[in-house]
């Protein structure tokens, strides 16, 4: 049973927030976005700088979590939890989640609860977990299970936590959902889930506009088709914004996951990030998703686009032309 703990107190002291075990203050970055939103390519190109420990998805334990009541204030403690290294008896069954595989700096912790050994050896997993984390100086937790109006407690509690918040074309984003998790028929449900995700996604941006101006530098817009066709840029603005060194390692990096070679193992699958021609990539939903299913996409989320930076659909032509759904977003807004 998932417990319900009160997490924040008016009187916590901001100073005491997450330390590195050298007693330097932590960088706390949270990445929110939705499914298939090009996050897990902007978390690796976060997480490949050497001072990062990387959290995938610490919320996929609350997935069956009923009341939202509960479920927004079981996100925030472990979220919280894991950015300090300090995670709660309570909040022990947040430990226990495959997915901890896809980060380098959980692989071993994964590793370690799975083995057969029992007892005292799986204290020393959770140990060595916790050590990990407090040596590095940032820590960054990528989710696509939390509203972004969660994260205000976070936000005013410690002026070294960050909000990064990542959007995608909504067209994209609904047609890579439907094909590669098959939550839904996009040829007959496309209106209804267009409907429900631009319904999240207006309230989150909302907020995400709210949280910028009230927290100046600590909030921050960003969106995939950025990163995708010119992600050298992109990583550049995320690091100034976390405030860390942008090297010569990262430059290489990046070219190395954005021109990898056609015939490269993994290469354009679904949950890598490798990609022989990222802008291709970005583009390819555009040639197989038929323009009367886009046309309902936008009709239901059609309003968010000047905001986000996206143009609508005139017809199956515009669709598969070479002319770009990508435009500036709005002036003054996140995304500027």
């Known amino acids: 049973?998932?417990?319900?703990?009160?997490?924040?107190d008016q009187t916590t002291d901001t100073t005491s927030y997450g330390r590195t075990k050298s007693g330097t203050t932590k960088k706390q970055i949270l990445l929110v976005t939705y499914g298939r939103s090009g996050s897990t390519f902007t978390s690796a190109l976060i997480n490949r700088h050497k001072d990062v420990f990387f959290v995938f998805e610490p919320l996929f334990v609350l997935e069956k979590s009923i009341s939202l009541d509960t479920k927004e204030n079981d996100s925030m403690a472990i979220v919280k939890a894991f950015m300090e290294c300090n995670i709660p008896t309570e909040y022990s069954f947040a430990l226990d989640n495959y997915l901890y595989?896809?980060?380098?700096t959980t692989r071993n912790f994964y590793r370690c609860m799975a083995s057969l050994k029992k007892g005292a050896f799986h204290v020393s997993c959770f140990l060595q977990l916790l050590d990990a984390c407090r040596r590095q100086r940032v820590t960054f937790v990528k989710?696509?299970?939390f509203q972004v109006k969660w994260a205000e407690a976070l936000l005013a509690r410690n002026p070294n936590f960050k909000l990064?918040?990542?959007?995608r074309d909504p067209r994209a984003t609904l047609f890579s959902q439907a094909r590669v998790f098959r939550n839904f028929n996009w040829n007959t449900q496309v209106f209804n889930i267009s409907q429900q995700h631009c319904t999240n996604l207006q309230l989150d941006l909302q907020d995400a506009e709210r949280l910028y101006h009230l927290y100046p530098g600590q909030v921050k817009g960003i969106r995939y088709e950025h990163g995708a066709t010119d992600p050298l840029t992109y990583t550049r603005d995320i690091y100034k914004f976390i405030d860390l060194p942008f090297d010569n390692d990262l430059v290489e990096y990046i070219t190395n996951i954005t021109k990898a070679p056609i015939d490269s193992p993994k290469v354009n699958?679904?949950?890598s990030v490798l990609r022989h021609n990222s802008t291709q990539t970005m583009n390819r939903w555009r040639f197989m998703v038929g323009f009367n299913s886009v046309r309902e996409v936008d009709q239901a989320c059609g309003h968010l686009y000047s905001k986000l930076g996206y143009r609508t659909v005139?017809?199956?032509k515009h669709l598969v032309s070479e002319s770009s759904l990508v435009i500036s977003p709005q002036p003054s807004g996140i995304f500027s």
């Open 314 to 316: 005139a017809s199956q």
């Open 1 to 8: 049973s998932i417990h319900k703990v009160k997490y924040f």
């Open 101 to 104: 595989r896809n980060s380098d």
């Open 143 to 145: 989710t696509i299970r």
């Open 164 to 167: 990064l918040y990542l959007v």
């Open 269 to 271: 699958s679904s949950y």
